[in-house]
């Protein structure tokens, strides 16, 4: 028995298997993880701020928070998933050096953004009261 050929992909068809990715494309896809997860810490940070100001919005800030919580911990996982992908391509000892360092570091916040998204989850289901500051000292008192 033989074995058909496969035939070859006719000019202008794109071939069934995509090129590998380049070391660069895994460095791009790692800092934009990155860019993503400072993003979604901000967006954290806004929702917190919003809550001070109006403690109405308690439970949607706090909805908002924990879904931030939930991206930051993905994204910092992407971020790490690349770098490894990135030391898969072999890099010089210095560049190899930088990315367990930078793995290292990425492993740091994502366990301090678990414990964010922990905390968040813990004062919406608990109903905790979370510290707000006075804001009556800075509105006009009447004469």
């Known amino acids: 028995m033989t074995q058909a050929a496969?035939?070859?992909?006719?000019?202008?068809?794109?071939?069934l298997t995509p090129a590998p990715a380049t070391a660069r494309q895994h460095l791009?896809?790692?800092?934009?993880?990155?860019?993503?997860?400072?993003?979604?810490?901000?967006a954290a940070l806004a929702d917190y701020r919003a809550f001070q100001i109006s403690p109405s919005m308690k439970v949607q800030c706090l909805i908002a928070g924990i879904a931030a919580g939930v991206g930051m911990v993905f994204t910092l996982g992407g971020a790490m998933h690349y770098g490894d992908l990135l030391l898969a391509t072999r890099p010089a000892w210095y560049w190899r050096w930088l990315l367990i360092t930078q793995r290292r570091l990425l492993m740091l916040a994502q366990?301090?953004?678990?414990?964010?998204?922990?905390?968040?989850?813990?004062?919406?289901?608990?109903?905790?009261?979370?510290p707000t500051p006075d804001y009556s000292m800075y509105l006009p008192s009447d004469p």
């Open 28 to 42: 791009l896809n790692n800092w934009l993880m990155i860019a993503f997860s400072v993003a979604l810490a901000a």
């Open 111 to 130: 366990l301090a953004a678990t414990a964010l998204f922990l905390a968040i989850l813990a004062a919406m289901i608990f109903d905790l009261k979370i």
């Open 6 to 15: 496969i035939p070859a992909p006719s000019p202008g068809t794109l071939p």
